[in-house]
Structures are given as structure tokens and as C-alpha cells.
């Protein structure tokens, strides 16, 4: 599939406030065009390389600042669950204020839901920041290409120095957040969510857990080291071999990709 096409699948399969947010991948494209075309006129050509520069650096000004406010929402939002987690244990749990098995048993499935989401989405920015970033290294390769400049090493140093491509903190947070789904939530809560999920994807087809396998597996499918982008790539990605991810392929067009 070509980037363009999976870009706009992404785009499509990702939260609905983030889809303004990612690479204008189509535009730019459009300028490097009109700036290699041998029927464009010099100035014009000169116009179209100014606004195919500023452009660029407007992208990497919005995903930075988009990222940002995601990471900081994201810390404050992996406190706040902590919390609950501790104030569901003090108050409904053995030992607590008010001890109540049913109590407990509710108001944790309704943490472990939250933060199921919580996981899904921190997923999703990751996602974001790899296609993101692999959408500006095929769109400076065909600029290098096409024109001859020489402004993919440059630009790319540039991007690799980004907040929006330091995913260290979010992709911490996610592994702390599946940690503490399986040290806090018993095997048998566990596996009545997994089932719930698994009905979700072939019923529904929508929702956020959708929505972070689709994200995953478009991680795994830009990590595989194609010789299209060759060392500006991302490194592989390993995927767990689960149940889900295979049901969500079974049930979802993204197999074609």
C-alpha cells in the first residue's frame, strides 16, 4: 500500500479531534510536484519551494505542540488512576473503610476500563509520532529525488531532535500502565474483558480498542525495515502473537495493507 493511502487510512482509524493533526502529506506532495515539473515557471517554482519550506516547518510546529499536550495530559492522567486504584482499595477492599465485595468488584472493573483507554490512546501517540515521521522522510526522499537538493539528511537530523519523536516518557507510561493491569486485576476479570473486547471488534468494529490494534499493527507494517526508506527507517517492531490482534485482522481491511 502506498503511504499516502495508509496515511489516510491511519487518519480514518484514529481518535476523531486528533485527524487535523497529522502530516498535510497530500499538500506538500502537491508542491514538490509543481516544483520538479519542467512546465512550471522559475518564480513560480521559487514560490512553490518557499511555501513547501514553511509548510514543513509548520508541520513539525504542530506536532510538537499537539504531542506535548497529549504527554502532559497523559502524566496527569496516569496519577489519577494511581489514585483510584488506591482510594478503591482503601475504601471497598479487604481491610478498608468500607469493605464490600460487590462494591470493590465495581468500581475496579470501572478503573480497568479507564485504563484500558488510557493505554489505547497512549498507543495512539505513539503511532502518530512513527507515521508522522515516516511520512516526512518519503516526502524529503521524492523532494531529493525529483529536484535533486539535497535536503532529506539535514531536515531529518532536525526531526530526530523533535519532542514529537522522543516517545521515551509515553512509551514508559504504557508499560507501566500494563504492569499495573496485571499486578492489580485478577486472571478472571482479565479474561471477561479480553471477551468482552474480542465482541467489540467483530459486532462493533469501532471504539478505541479498535482503534490501538489498527494502530499497532501500522507500527509493526512502517517498522519493517523496507528498503524504501532504508536508514532514515524506524526499527522492527515485535508484536505479541495474540488472540485479539488476529481477531481484529480477521475482521477489519487493514489485512490488505
Same mark, same amino acid.
Request: with cysteine; net charge neutral.
Given at each position: ?30 508542491? =514538490?510536484? +509543481?516544483?520538479? #515539473? *519542467? ?17 514543513? &516547518? @509548520? ?8 504531542? %506535548?499536550?497529549?504527554?502532559?495530559? $497523559? ?21 478498608? /473503610? ?9 468500581? %475496579? ?20 509520532? @512513527? ?77 478505541? $480498542?479498535?482503534? /490501538?490494534?489498527? *494502530?499497532?499493527?501500522? %507500527? ?6 523496507? #528498503? ?5 527507517? +524506524?526499527?522492527? +517492531? ?12 480477521? &475482521?477489519?481491511?487493514?489485512? /490488505? =495493507?
Amino acid at each position: 500500500m502506498k503511504f499516502g493511502k495508509r496515511l489516510k487510512q491511519q487518519i480514518e482509524e484514529t481518535l476523531p479531534a486528533w485527524r487535523d493533526k497529522f502530516l498535510s502529506y497530500k499538500e506538500l506532495k502537491k508542491l =514538490v510536484r +509543481l516544483i520538479s #515539473s *519542467a512546465e512550471s515557471p522559475e518564480f513560480g517554482k521559487a514560490d512553490a519551494g518557499a511555501e513547501f519550506m514553511y509548510l514543513l &516547518n @509548520n508541520e513539525i510546529d504542530k506536532f510538537n505542540a499537539f504531542f %506535548m499536550e497529549q504527554e502532559e495530559d $497523559f502524566i496527569i492522567r496516569h496519577k489519577e488512576l494511581q489514585q483510584r486504584i488506591k482510594r478503591v482499595k482503601d475504601t471497598w477492599g479487604p481491610g478498608g /473503610t468500607k469493605p464490600s465485595e460487590a462494591e470493590y468488584k465495581d468500581e %475496579m472493573a470501572k478503573v480497568r476500563k479507564d485504563m484500558v483507554d488510557f493505554h489505547g490512546e497512549m498507543v495512539l501517540l505513539v503511532n502518530y509520532s @512513527n507515521i508522522n515521521y515516516t511520512g516526512l522522510a518519503k516526502i524529503l526522499k521524492k523532494y531529493d529525488k525529483r529536484t535533486g537538493g539535497l535536503l532529506r539528511l539535514p531536515f531529518i537530523q532536525k526531526v530526530l531532535q523533535q519532542p514529537f519523536f522522543v516517545t521515551d516518557l509515553v512509551s514508559k507510561l504504557v508499560k507501566e500502565c500494563e504492569n499495573t493491569i496485571d499486578q492489580v486485576f485478577p486472571v478472571e476479570v482479565e479474561a471477561e474483558i479480553v471477551k468482552e473486547q474480542r465482541e467489540a471488534i467483530t459486532v462493533a468494529g469501532k471504539g478505541i $480498542f479498535r482503534n /490501538t490494534v489498527a *494502530a499497532l499493527l501500522s %507500527m509493526q507494517e512502517i517498522r519493517r525495515g523496507s #528498503s524504501t526508506y532504508g536508514h532514515f527507517s +524506524l526499527p522492527p +517492531l515485535d508484536l505479541p502473537d495474540s488472540d485479539l490482534i488476529h481477531s481484529f485482522q480477521l &475482521n477489519s481491511p487493514i489485512t /490488505t =495493507v
